[in-house]
């Protein structure tokens, strides 16, 4: 998985890749050794070429912070293999919109029911990937027409897990 990185308006390229039980890691193409363990929500604790470092996310529905220690980072993640569905979408609000799983991992949470009415940001699904809970919110206000997720089911990158219309 490859993902453009923006921390305080500087761009980084960050790159995981799965291998055995951990993830070899390369920022900026350079290898970086990354032990990391989720000990509560929105808290990573990495151990980075030896140093500890506890990060914090603080998520607004508009921006995203990361919290290292006191200092507070502004952060943009973006994902390139998503960039291109994302931008074609983006603009069109009329008519059903898909959610879709923006990585593989597993369904943990259906935060709606079918036939709800839901505001745009509104928290549909949260998927567990990389022992991370990412939280799939609604592009748009309208009701949701179709579940397809359920708990506890494995998803992969780009899986349909709800349409909101």
């Known amino acids: 998985m490859v993902y453009d990185v923006m921390v305080s308006g500087k761009p980084h390229r960050l790159e995981l890749e799965k291998v055995d039980a951990g993830w070899k890691c390369r920022l900026d193409g350079k290898e970086v ?13 990495l151990l980075v070429d030896g ?35 994302r931008q074609g979408g983006a603009q069109d609000e009329k008519g059903p919109r898909k959610i879709v799983a923006p990585m593989p991992g597993r369904v943990v949470r259906l935060l709606v029911a079918e ?3 839901v505001e ?7 998927v ?19 579940i397809t997720a359920s708990e506890g089911a494995a998803v992969n990158s780009g899986d349909v897990l709800a349409v909101v219309e």
């Open 51 to 85: 140093h500890a470092y506890e990060v914090k996310r603080e998520q607004t529905a508009t921006d995203l912070h990361l919290w290292v220690g006191s200092t507070r980072f502004p952060v943009e993640v973006r994902d390139p293999r998503s960039l291109r569905a």
């Open 120 to 126: 745009a940001g509104q928290g549909i699904v949260v």
């Open 115 to 117: 036939g709800a009415e």
């Open 128 to 146: 567990e990937a990389m022992k991370m809970q990412n939280e799939i919110k609604s592009p748009k206000k309208g009701m949701v027409k179709k």
């Open 33 to 45: 050794h990354v032990d990391a363990v989720l000990p509560r929500r929105d808290v990573l604790s």
